[in-house]
């Protein structure tokens, strides 16, 4: 009897107050859930780990989960039971997810059949976790909100992460001249293996004169800006004529100058994938799949960490000294 009744229980990192890091409590017995209609049970190999994630466990975000939850959007795993209406996927299929409805910092998730997708034998689970919102996030920056256009230029200011590194894949793959910055030579290393053109160093005092110099006078069209309560006011300088900054990343306020808008008609753009509808969703996941199906969309797996964990890497990846890839949990 007691065997039978640990078959359906698991592993899950349960949040009962907002905090610090030291909030997410790993607990073993927690129910295995039940997918209902469309829906299903994924059994999770691995989790991205997200820096919204600790926003939101840190109650200073705009969306508060109920308490209790368990974190994480970002899973890959295999199929384990799927519930009624759901025709798209079945038992044993590999899948990643841009969304749980019970939350993938476990060793198993329930997710919405529309919010899965099948995971290319090309890709491992570690890659797999590492797709869901640094991509979707990068193609709905690019394209949906930031209209690019093969041909112009893109400033990635944060480009080691994962939002940063998939960035630079899609615009390079789409046409667009790529610039990165990143925090350490290591960083920039991989900037530059994964589609930038050039790759600057934000911790150098001047390396803003440095992409000015390479810009010339035209400035880039866009910027794509992870840590805009400090780097806002310098993008809004290095815009070109009817440039925009897409605001993907903040920690803050900042103070910056209006009129540095009107002088060339530049434009900022907050971006939230949680706002995208059903068809922008849908849009983004074709160009992801056709991304993996080409060859050039290729997430780039940085710290790993087992599910007992997690807290380190809740407080690794707002004080890591630099990105270098997509954080998971296994």
Known sequence: IAMAATRNVMRAVRVFEFGGPEVLKLQSDVLIPDPKENQVLIKIHACGVNPVETY???GNYARKPALPYT??????????????HVTAFKKGDRVFTIGTISGG???YAVAAANRIFPLSDKLDFKQGAAIGIPYFTAYRALFQKGRAKAGESVLVHGASGGVGIAACQIARACGLKVLGTAGTEEGMKMVLR?????AFNHREANYTDKIKEYTGMEGVDIVIEMLSNINLATDLQLLSHAGRVMVVGCRGPIE???RDTMSKESSIIGVSLFLATEE??????TAVLDGIEAGWLRPIVGSEYPLVEAVQAHEDIIRSSGARGKMVLL
């Open 71 to 84: 974190p994480g959007s970002d899973v890959a795993g295999v199929i384990e039971s799927v519930g009624e």
């Open 56 to 58: 939101i466990r840190s």
């Open 105 to 107: 910092y476990a060793d």
């Open 194 to 198: 994964n589609g930038a053109h050039q």
């Open 280 to 285: 922008e969703r849908h849009e983004c996941a």
């Open 256 to 258: 910056i100058n209006p």
